[in-house]
């Protein structure tokens, strides 16, 4: 196994996961089996109950972990499918430790950071690089491990003291280590001192960069990255520079450009590892494909809006998969995308007292979308925001995806509007709600009292149910009769209810296995009028975007009949 640790200096945020995921990408693309770790130094056990205004979305894998966003770009540019222990934090770490020191494991001993802490981050990092996470089943050969924060923290001191020792335990020629670092341009001059003051303080911890990519939002100049090498002791194809692109997408194609493998293959002797042609065949089309779409991108004039209408639009982050999921759409769609970013309760009547302005900015940007999306979400604010923007939506027969929170807000306004019970809401917003007119209700299976991992949460069955062929939903999805899809929630369409909504239209065409949970709805004469309960934006990818945001996007642009016609979506992509 190559272990590639990936960290940061200078400051956080500057783009690690993206360039962690690029560069397990060029090592799939020499035909080796990838997989990744992310390190998140904070207490939480897992992401699941951290704000998405502070923290970013929090990403939901196949077994129902709550977890980190990098690992969804782990997913999706490496095609893999990952665990709740692929996402190591101080929390789980700490709780193990502490479990087995109350078993009696460590009898006799005092407990301690070094060694038992670090040698139990070196125990879970070597058992989990080996679980397989690919279609070959097979265990990965390279590992990238994802150190959060920057190097420095008080939080991930024993992290770095593990990855320290770590070397050593699995030899030098098994690891390497890049370190992503900050060239600011001030008054036109691209700085280095901040890079040599990162590197000098990752050293004096006993760690060495074999590689040092430098962030910038200019391109590098030669003088620069000469300068790097000399006063941070490397040589010059040890310096990678990352300008600022035009979708993070070229970011692989940058790497590449810069021969970043050959260092790393000389380093790690990968031509010892490498030794399947089939495989190095499989990579080299992996390349092409991804420089394809990529450029193919680039090229495309045509524009579609998309009006995002939720409540943490001040954090794009907090909507990373489904932004992603919006590009691989619209990349498939042959659109630039454009989305207008609502925040849901400036569309509130409140507002209009408030700030008339952004009242009327909000209702500007939803009127001008070729589509809508509510996505997911938790609490009260902005709900009837939202449930404006889709009234406005079913009314005037703009394409509408909800998810999630999304599909809960399209049913509450049917059911006031369409039904004719102007006062159902969901018993999320109001916790007193009358039991038999309330949209949406909570699961009768989820814990009310712990909130942490107690959620219907990871990938679940949605069976289309007998007469939905006519679905476009289903249409886009191949005419599959079953779809497994990744979840994230306590509340679900009443049961009481159902028979009313369908009756007025509303068809719920998607179910659980049992048949009584409502997974997705679908509204026939409508241009496309779709909602899921489950979390497709979780496993879009480039080659193989989620499909009902493919249905969106394509129906935002007016090409959905000829996407569904012309296109094969029974294809999986191949990589
Ligand atoms: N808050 C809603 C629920 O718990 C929706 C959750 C979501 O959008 N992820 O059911």
């Not at 129902?64 to 990952?82: A, K, P, S, W």
């Not at 005092?110 to 990092?125: F, L, M």
């Not at 997408?249 to 490498?274: A, F, G, T, W």
């Not at 454009?338 to 400036?346: L, T």
Request: proline share 4%; net charge negative; hydrophobic share 35%.
């Amino acid at each position: 196994m190559k272990y590639v640790v990936v960290s940061g200096g200078v400051i956080s945020g500057i783009g690690k996961g993206v360039l962690a995921s690029s560069t397990g990408l060029l090592f799939k693309t020499l035909g080796l089996r990838v997989t990744s770790i992310k390190i998140d130094p904070y207490m939480n056990i897992d992401a699941g109950t951290m704000s998405p205004l502070e923290h970013g979305e929090c990403f939901v894998l196949n077994d129902g972990g709550e977890v980190d966003l990098d690992l969804g770009n782990y997913e999706r540019y490496l095609n893999i499918t990952l665990t709740r222990n692929h996402n190591i934090t101080t929390g789980k770490i700490y709780s193990h430790v502490i479990e087995k020191e109350r078993k009696g494991d460590y009898l006799g001993k005092t407990v301690q950071v070094v060694p038992h802490i670090t040698n139990a981050i070196q125990d879970w990092i070597e058992r989990v690089a080996k679980i397989p996470v690919d279609a070959s089943g097979e265990e990965p050969e390279v590992c990238i491990i994802e150190l959060g924060g920057t190097v420095g923290d008080i939080e991930s001191a024993p992290f770095v003291e593990a990855l320290r020792q770590f070397q050593f335990r699995v030899g030098t020629d098994n690891f390497a280590l890049i370190h992503v670092s900050l060239v600011p341009v001030i008054h036109g001059e691209q700085k280095t001192k901040p890079t040599q003051a990162a590197i000098k303080d990752l050293r004096s911890l006993g760690l060495t960069p074999d590689m040092i990519a430098c962030r910038c939002s200019k391109e590098l100049e030669g003088a620069t990255i000469e300068k790097i090498g000399m006063f941070c002791h490397v040589g010059r194809e040890q310096v990678i520079a990352v300008h600022d692109v035009n979708s993070t997408y070229h970011v692989p194609l940058l790497l590449k450009e810069q021969k970043m493998m050959k260092y790393l293959s000389r380093k790690l002797n990968l031509n010892d590892v490498i030794t399947n042609p089939k495989n190095v065949e499989r990579g080299d089309r992996l390349m092409t494909k991804w420089r394809n779409i990529t450029t193919a991108h680039d090229q495309s004039h045509e524009t579609v809006t998309i009006a995002l209408v939720g409540k943490y639009t001040n954090l794009k982050d907090s909507y990373l998969s489904v932004i992603k999921a919006l590009e691989h759409s619209s990349m498939r769609c042959h659109r630039k995308l454009r989305i207008e970013w609502v925040e849901s309760s400036n569309l509130e009547e409140g507002a209009r007292e408030e700030n008339l302005a952004n009242y009327h900015q909000a209702w500007h940007s939803v009127c001008q979308a070729h589509g809508i999306l509510v996505p997911g979400g938790f609490g009260t604010r902005g709900t009837e925001g939202m449930i404006a923007a889709a009234k406005y939506a079913r009314e005037n027969k703009i394409p509408y995806l909800g998810v999630c929170l999304g599909l809960q807000i399209a049913v509450i306004e049917f059911v006031r509007n369409v039904v004719g019970i102007p006062e159902s809401t969901s018993m999320e917003f109001d916790s007193k709600a009358n039991e038999d007119t309330a949209s949406v209700v909570y699961m009768p299976d989820v814990d009310q009292v712990n909130l942490g991992g107690t959620m219907r949460l990871g990938i679940h069955s949605t069976k289309f149910v007998a007469n939905s062929e006519w679905s476009k939903l289903r249409k886009l999805y191949g005419g599959e009769e079953e779809v497994w899809e990744r979840h994230r929630h306590r509340y679900e369409v009443n049961p009481k209810l159902i028979k009313d909504i369908e009756a007025k239209g509303l068809k719920f065409i998607g179910r659980d296995e049992s048949g009584q949970r409502m997974e997705i709805f679908e509204l026939p004469d409508h241009p496309f009028y779709v909602a899921t309960q489950y979390h497709p934006e979780y496993v879009s990818k480039v080659l193989d975007p989620s499909r009902p945001f493919l249905g969106l996007v394509a129906a935002a642009a007016g090409t959905l009949d000829a996407v569904i016609e012309h296109n094969d979506l029974k294809m999986k992509a191949e990589f």
